[in-house]
């Protein structure tokens, strides 16, 4: 019989404003101490000199981590002209230099390449797996690698900014998986002067704003305190791009067993995924399918 996790027993959302030089587990890890959790996870890593939001799951809001991951994201990024990295980024070493610069219309007209449906290859120091081992590991050993290109999802890539010649501020809204470190670099490659990126925010994710993220001071000096608690957002804001169904009793218990329960009428299609609530809280997520909700996941409150 495997040991009982300790830790309290307490679910919701906590944004997180990441500062720079920590890795997305370290906040994770540092948020389960703070609110003494028994579970936390994160929906969608950022690298450890990226700042911004950092959407934190406690409890069984951790069963909605997948949605927040799927969910439409926004950086606001630099990109250092005239310079390939190793590594994307300005962590690593110069391997190119380029003393070409293209004007600002040059920039522009370049963009709607990564737009839409396009396919990205991952920097090689990223956590993508290679025969069951991380590529960044395997890039550190010196090993040459060859990462096969992902699809991704980009709706908007506009310049917002050209402090000097040597650098372009853009800002991206892109879906699960991207690299803006592959956007930087590919975009310099594209321009023909190469580019990495030099600093890196993300300014939201899915329904969580910057704005209204907590700062690592803030949860440093609050800490196993009740009064940390008020910054939780409930479970049910991970569920924002679903469908809401309402169930009625009976079929909220039928839902907490595991099994199809009856769901109000709606304007849900047949087989779509959607999560039914009681009074508000949410009791399941599923497939509905003749007025019923078949459930997937299951909420324990």
């Known amino acids: 019989m495997g040991r009982k996790r300790k830790g309290r027993d307490i679910s919701g959302w906590l944004v997180v404003d990441k500062p720079a030089g920590l890795t997305s587990t370290a906040v994770v890890?540092?948020?389960?101490?703070?609110f003494d959790a028994k579970k936390a996870?994160?929906?969608?890593?950022?690298?450890?000199?990226?700042?911004g939001v950092?959407?934190?799951?406690?409890?069984?809001?951790?069963?909605?981590?997948?949605y927040i991951t799927d969910a439409l994201k926004a950086?606001?990024?630099?990109?250092?002209?005239?310079?390939?990295?190793?590594?994307?980024?300005?962590?690593?070493?110069?391997?190119?230099r380029s003393e070409t610069r293209p004007s600002d219309d040059e920039i522009v007209a370049a963009l709607p390449q990564f737009l839409g449906d396009i396919m990205q290859v991952p920097p090689k120091f990223s956590a993508v797996k290679i025969d069951g081992q991380r590529a960044y590991k395997l890039a550190r050993d010196?090993?040459?690698?060859?990462?096969?290109?992902?699809?991704l999802w980009v709706e908007e890539l506009i310049l917002v900014d050209r402090p000097d010649d040597d650098h372009v501020v853009?800002?991206?809204t892109c879906g699960k998986g991207g690299y803006v470190r592959s956007i930087a670099r590919d975009l310099g490659a594209a321009l023909g002067c190469h580019g990495h990126v030099k600093c890196l925010r993300r300014t939201w994710s899915g329904p969580f704003d910057a704005g209204d993220g907590i700062s690592l001071e803030t949860l440093d000096e609050m800490a196993k305190s009740p009064d940390l608690d008020g910054y939780l957002r409930p479970?049910?804001?991970?569920?924002?791009?679903?469908?809401?169904?309402?169930?009625t009793p009976e079929g909220a218990a039928k839902l907490r067993n595991g099994n199809p329960g009856m769901v109000l009428a709606s304007d849900v299609e047949y087989g779509e995924e959607a999560w039914a609530s009681l009074d508000g809280l949410a009791i399941a997520v599923g497939h509905y399918k003749s007025g019923e909700l078949h459930p997937s996941r299951v909420f324990v409150r």
């Open 54 to 66: 950092l959407a934190v799951a406690l409890g069984e809001a951790t069963k909605t981590v997948p």
């Open 142 to 151: 010196g090993e040459e690698i060859e990462l096969a290109a992902r699809p």
């Open 235 to 247: 479970l049910e804001e991970g569920l924002a791009d679903l469908p809401q169904l309402t169930c």
């Open 41 to 51: 996870g994160h929906a969608g890593t950022l690298d450890p000199e990226a700042t």
């Open 170 to 172: 853009l800002e991206m």
């Open 75 to 96: 950086y606001t990024f630099t990109v250092r002209l005239g310079q390939a990295t190793n590594t994307d980024d300005a962590e690593g070493e110069v391997i190119a």
């Open 29 to 34: 890890n540092k948020v389960r101490w703070a």
